[in-house]
Nanobody, 123 residues
């Protein structure tokens, strides 16, 4: 079983920045598509940004394009999400996922999931 541990969340002001990290427990993570999903109260889990195996391709949800950057370091089995110019609508629990897929993001089923790290953006 692949374990994922997120860190880096917190409370920031509008316009601030945060860098999230997702550390995988095994080197097999390098063989998976990795992604960051956001879940807020009353809403489903939505894909924010994903990166393919090997980092060849990336996906960004429209509202975060130009503000967030996803990257991966397979030497340390870690995926990062650099978040800048944060907005109130970015608030939510950010969960890391890893899955074997040819799609842009790990599927909600049949993927490994972390517990999440909370991001709160307020004025």
């Amino acid at each position: 079983t692949l374990d994922l541990m997120e860190s880096g969340g917190g409370s920031v002001e509008i316009g601030g920045s945060l860098k999230l990290s997702c550390a995988a427990s095994e080197s097999t993570a390098s063989g998976y598509c990795m992604g960051w999903f956001r879940q807020d109260q009353g809403k489903g889990r939505e894909a924010v940004s994903c990166i393919s195996k090997g980092g060849v391709s990336t996906y960004y949800e429209d509202s975060v394009k130009g503000r967030f950057v996803i990257s991966r370091d397979d030497a340390t089995e870690t995926v990062y999400l650099q978040m800048t110019n944060l907005k109130s609508e970015d608030t939510g629990m950010y969960c890391c996922a890893a899955g074997a897929t040819s799609r842009a993001c790990p599927p909600r089923d049949n993927s490994y999931w972390g517990q999440g790290t909370q991001v709160t953006v307020a004025s």
